[in-house]
């Protein structure tokens, strides 16, 4: 079955500067990746997804992913961090014509002024 | 669209009661997901459904955990009996369609089992 992993329960950045939220995957085929936020008290909202084609995607609010088959990431960045981005992020996966959606751990985002 | 709507928003119940959680998933939407999300173990997934048929169970905890889509705009989960470690968040999601499609996540329902 697919599976993701967020290697970092915590990650820190001071506003202004890049960030970047690391996630890998596993699967057996084709994998469709996305990155979700959740902010405190609601639920998952989507913020982008990787499905074919150009490697480096680009979502909601200033954020990009870059698919790595290679390295099988697909890590969520940021040039320039702002206060308001501090929130859990999950990388999540799903195989092509399956169903099921893998959630990884979560990643506590923390942008200090 | 109202987006996908879970009730109750909050739940506090004693230990044994009879837990029901209700979603209604997006008009048009044919997947229907639930998961639960705890410090401990994260977002995981219980069960979800294709077309009103549940396709894969194998997240839900055990037998006193059932769900239920009897159409296309209705879905249960059930707890019974329920214990404190069911206290969690639980979410439930709709997606148009299979494989590549993403998730509407509604607010979510915070259980607290007493």
């Known amino acids: 079955a697919q599976s993701v992993a967020q290697p970092e329960d915590q990650v820190n950045v001071a506003e202004g500067n890049p960030l970047t939220v690391k996630c890998t995957y596993s699967v057996s085929g084709n994998p469709y990746l996305f990155w979700y936020v959740q902010y405190p008290n609601r639920g998952l909202q989507f913020l982008l997804k990787y499905i074919t084609g150009d490697n480096l995607v680009k979502g909601s609010y200033g954020f990009e992913a870059e698919f790595n088959k290679s390295q099988t990431s697909f890590h969520l960045k940021k040039p320039s961090a702002l206060v308001s981005d501090s929130a859990l992020y999950f990388c999540a996966v799903r195989e092509y014509n399956n169903n099921d959606m893998r959630f990884g751990a979560g990643t506590r985002l923390t942008v200090k002024p | 669209d109202a987006g996908v709507i879970q009730s109750p928003r909050h739940e506090v119940t004693e230990m044994g009661q009879e837990v029901t959680l209700r979603c209604k998933p997006i008009?048009?939407?044919?997947?229907l997901f639930w998961y639960r999300q705890t410090m401990m173990r994260g977002l995981e997934l219980l069960i979800y459904f294709n077309n009103n048929v549940p396709i894969d169970d194998s997240g839900m905890p055990e037998d006193r955990f059932s769900a239920k889509m009897p159409n296309a705009s209705f879905s249960t989960l059930k707890i019974q009996p329920s214990e404190p470690r069911d206290s969690a968040v639980y979410f439930c999601?709709?997606?148009?369609?299979?494989?590549?499609?993403?998730?509407?996540f509604g607010s979510g329902t915070q259980l607290s089992v007493l």
């Open positions: 999601a709709s997606s148009p369609r299979a494989g590549v499609e993403k998730l509407f």
């Open positions: 008009s048009g939407h044919n997947s």
